[in-house]
């Protein structure tokens, strides 16, 4: 089991930028795929993005309702996977999770074995 912290949500006006962070506590963490997953009220937890393990090239993977605005990056040496959001819009705003697995890239949620807490993120319009 991994442990995850997630930091760096908050409330953002429309059209803005956050950064989203998770540590892991895995020894071998580049071992590891890692994603993005968020949950708005009344709704299903959904896949935002993932970044493979490293030994398959870091390859990454995003919704289509994010993709040209998110980007998901890792620092193997700081045990940490980052996701870079920019021209937020109202309808992202959610909480935000860290998700862990060892092996291949995958978006689905019940794959992955390890979650951190969550940070919420709120974009005002």
């Known amino acids: 089991q991994v442990q995850l912290v997630e930091s760096g949500g908050g409330l953002v006006q429309a059209g803005g930028s956050l950064r989203l962070s998770c540590a892991a506590s895995?020894?071998?963490?580049?071992?590891?795929?890692m994603g993005w997953f968020r949950q708005a009220p009344g709704k299903e937890r959904e896949f935002v993005a993932a970044i493979s393990w490293s030994w398959s090239g870091g390859r990454t993977y995003y919704a289509d309702s994010v993709k040209g605005r998110f980007t998901i990056s890792r620092d193997n040496a700081k045990n940490t996977v980052y996701l870079q959001m920019n021209s937020l819009k109202p309808e992202d705003t959610a909480v935000y999770y860290c998700?862990?697995?060892?092996?291949?890239?995958?978006?689905?949620?019940?794959?992955?074995?390890?979650w951190g807490q969550g940070t919420q993120v709120t974009v005002s319009s």
């Open positions: 998700a862990a697995r060892l092996g291949v890239l995958v978006t689905t949620k019940s794959d992955f074995g390890s």
């Open positions: 895995a020894r071998t963490f580049s071992s590891y795929t």
